[in-house]
């Protein structure tokens, strides 16, 4: 599990299994910009083997979580993407 906080680095790459992930986000509340703030790549399939009994949606692999912040609002936004 590894957890991404440095803004130089967020801002130069992102980690995903899937499509190309963006720096920046629209805010769906206020529709200004949010930022990348957080990044969780958990490439060991800890978070997959916490898979509580009887859900429909769970990650089933690797994964990728990055959280948004609206530096205007303070509105979050998280999206999540697996291998
Ligand atoms: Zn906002």
Redesign the pocket.
Known sequence: MKIVIEQSKLQKERNTYQQEIPYSVK?R????E?LLMVEVLDNEQLIREQRPVDVRVWPHDALVIHVYL?T????MKATWNQG
């Open positions: 805010c509340r206020c529709k200004e949010a609206c205007h609002c303070g509105s």
